[in-house]
C-alpha cells in the first residue's frame, strides 16, 4: 500500500514530519489533512478547514496555481516549492509533491505530502543552484574572471583565467595574489609589484581601479599579457566587503603583432641613425686620410712623422671599415649589383675560413643540384655569412661541424616566389634568450671580453633587408643556431656595365661641390696633388652659378650628394639643363642605393665612396674625364 492510498485516520496519529492531504482539484475547495504532523504546518486538528487556495503565500499563489492547474493524465506528478500561511499567520517553506488520481465518482483528486523545509537548509539548497549557475555563466565569459577575498586568496577563477595563467582550478584557487610577484612585469620589461595591481590596490581601498597592461610569466616558461581591472564586491544584503572582482581581457596575440611591428620600426629608426652617423663620420674620414695622405707627399717630412703619418691612415681606414658595417645595417651598404651565384660563393668563403679556424672545426657545404643566382653586391654578400661562420666559431670552443646549406626554394602557386636559401648551422652553445630578440641591434655581442664590436650580425641584417632578402635564427641552449638568409633569385643576367681602362691624366678644371667645408678643401687639394685645377661651391646652388659662369668651362664636376638646398640628384639634373655633356663623378658617404643608381643610369661618369685614397680618386677621376682632355694631356 503506498503513501497515497494511506486511510483516513487522526492527524496526529501518525509521527510523519509533514503531512499527507486530499483535496479536490478546485483550489478553492477545502482539503482534507489524512496523516502527519499538522502542527508544523500550523494547522489546527479540530479547526475550520479552509481552501487550499489561502494557505499559499499571495506572492507565490499565481505561480503555484498555473503550475499545478496544468497537471493531466500525462503529467500527473508534481513537486513544487513555496510559502505556506498557516492558521497561526507564521510563514513557512514547504516542499508540495502529489499527483492527479480519480475519485470514486469518476473526478480527479489531489493527493500529495507537503514537508515543512528549515530556512537553513532551504538557503543552502539554493546557494548551491545559485553557484551553479553562476559558474556556468562565469566559464562562458569570453574574458578572465577572477573572484579574490579580502586576504588576497584566489576563490573563483574561470576557463580563460585558468587558460591564460596555465594553472589548474585546483592549483589556481589555493593561490594568494602575492604568489604571482615575481612572474609578472610591465610592458618595458621591469617587474610589477603585487602593490600595483589593480586587485591590490582595490583591496586596499575598496574602489574601482583602472586597466592596467601586465605580463605574466606562465609555468612553462612562455608569456601571456592581458589588460587587467578590478572592482569591490560586496554583500548583498550588508554591503559588507567580500573582495575584489577581477577581469581582464587577453592580448597576448595582439602584443606579438605590435612587438614584431614595433621591432621592425626599431630596427629602421635604429638603420636611420646608424646610416646618418656613418654619413658624418666619413665626410670626418675624408678630411684626416685625405690631410694624411698629403703629408706624405711632401718630401721635406721627417721619417718620425712619415711613420706616423702612415699610422694615422691605418686607422683612418680601420674607421672607414666600421662606417661600411653600420651602413650595411642601414640597408645603405649595396655598392655593386651584380648575378651571384651563391654556392660558388661559399666555396671561396670556405677556402678562406680553412686558414683561420680551429682545426677542430669541420666546415661542410651542402648544396643542390642547381640553384639559380642571385642579384647583388658579391662582396657584401660573403661579409654576411662571414660573420656567421665567426660567431659559430666562437660558439663551439671545442670544436664541431658549421654547415653551409644552399636550396632553391620556390613558393607554390605564387609567381616569381623563386629564392635561395642558405642556412649556417652550428652545433654550438646556442644564444641566450636575453640577447636573442636584440641579436641584430648594432654593438650587441655574444662574444666575452673585447673579442667582438657588436656589429657583425648587425651589418648582416641590414646587407640581407638590402638586397630584398630576409634572416631568421633558430636557436637551443646547448644544441646549436642555424642562421637562414633568404634571397630573391634572378632570372635574367644584366647587361654588364660598360667600362674602360684607367689611364693617369693631369690637367683639367674640376669643379668641386660638398657642404662639408674639409671633406671640401682636402678634395681640392688632392685633385691639385694630381695636376688637376680645383674650384670649390659648398653647395648646390653655388655650384650651378659657378658652372653657369665658367671661363673656361669645367671639364668635370666632383658632386656630393647628400647637402642642403639643393641635394646632389638636382644639381645633377639642373647641370645637365645647362650643358646635357657634363661630366660628373659622384662623391658619397653613403652606398649605392637606388638615387646613386638613377644617376649612373642617367649617365654619371663615375662613384666615388668616402672615405676614398688618393689613388682611388686618381683612377676615378682618370676614367671620367674626356677623351679629349686624355689625349692632350698624354
Known sequence: MGLWDTPAAAPDSVGLPGLVYRRPASFDAAFDALVGDVGRLGLEPDGPRASFASYIHHDDRPLVLERLSSLGPDRDRFALQYRWIG????VRWVTDQGRVVPSADGQAVVTGFLTPIDVPDLAEHQLDADSQLKRTIIDNVPGGVVFVDTAGAVRVANTVARELLGLSYDVLTRRYIEDFAPATFYENGEPCPVEDYPVARCLGTQRPQPPLTIGVRRPDGTMAWAIFTAVPVRGP??????????????????KRVDEKAFQARKMQAIGRVAGGVAHDFNNLLVGILGSAELLLLDARLPDEAKSLTQTIIETAQQAGNLTRQL??????????TRPVQLDDLVDELIELLQHSLD?????????AEKTPVVMGDPNQLQLVFFNMALNARDAMPDGGTLTFRVRHVAADGVPGAEHVLVDVIDEGVGIPDEVRDKLFEPFVTTREGTRGTGMGLAMAYGIVRNHGGAITVETERGKGTTFSV????????PRAALTRAATPASGGRILVVDDEEVARRVAARML??????????????QAIAVFEHAHPPFDLVLLDLVMPEMDGESCFHALRELDRDVRVVLCTGFGNDEAVRGLMDAGAQGLLHKPYRLATMAEIIARAMPREREATTA
Open 87 to 90: 492558521h497561526d499567520g507564521d
Open 237 to 254: 544584503l550588508t554591503g559588507e566587503f567580500l573582495g575584489a572582482l577581477v577581469t581582464f581581457v587577453d592580448i597576448t596575440d595582439r
Open 327 to 336: 651602413l650595411g645595417f642601414a640597408r645603405q651598404g649595396k655598392y655593386e
Open 359 to 367: 682545426k677542430r672545426l669541420r666546415v661542410v657545404h651542402e648544396r
Open 486 to 493: 633568404l634571397l630573391p633569385a634572378c632570372d635574367e643576367v
Open 528 to 541: 691639385e696633388s694630381l695636376g688637376y685645377t680645383a674650384v670649390t661651391a659648398n653647395d648646390g646652388i
